[in-house]
């Protein structure tokens, strides 16, 4: 059974740094790609990182690009995202997913993904 499970959020003034960790069980990230979306209240669920399992290659929106950072660990089978600079903007719901088929490069596009974790709240404000 796939299972992903996010961790980390919380409050954080702006400026400020938080670690997200997505925990996955079911299946190997040796072989599936995980992407970071978030979604804010009143908006669309957006990617924003991504790492692919074949080689590691990373990507990132433009409105992270440069603070956040994307990483993973086979042998915990956990991905992770260090935030930096966070922005008020930043606030939102931060999800991880794995798409069930394999492929080589991974992107953020949400409809390319099918399995979810519940969702960590990251809140940006003084």
């Known amino acids: 059974q796939v299972q992903l499970v996010e961790s980390g959020g919380g409050l954080v003034q702006p400026g400020g740094s938080l670690r997200l960790s997505c925990a996955a069980s079911g299946f190997s990230l040796d072989y599936y790609n995980i992407g970071w979306f978030r979604q804010a209240p009143g908006k669309e669920r957006e990617g924003i990182s991504c790492?692919?399992?074949?080689?590691?290659?990373?990507w990132y929106a433009e409105s992270v690009k440069g603070r956040f950072t994307i990483s993973r660990d086979n042998a915990k089978n956990t991905v992770y995202l260090q935030m930096n600079s966070l922005r008020p903007e930043d606030t939102a719901v931060y999800y991880c997913?794995?798409?069930?088929?394999?492929?080589?490069?991974?992107?953020?596009?949400?409809?390319?993904?099918?399995?979810w974790g519940q969702g960590t709240q990251v809140t940006v404000s003084s």
């Open positions: 997913a794995t798409p069930r088929m394999y492929s080589s490069t991974c992107n953020g596009v949400v409809s390319q993904y099918d399995y």
């Open positions: 790492i692919s399992s074949s080689d590691s290659s990373t």
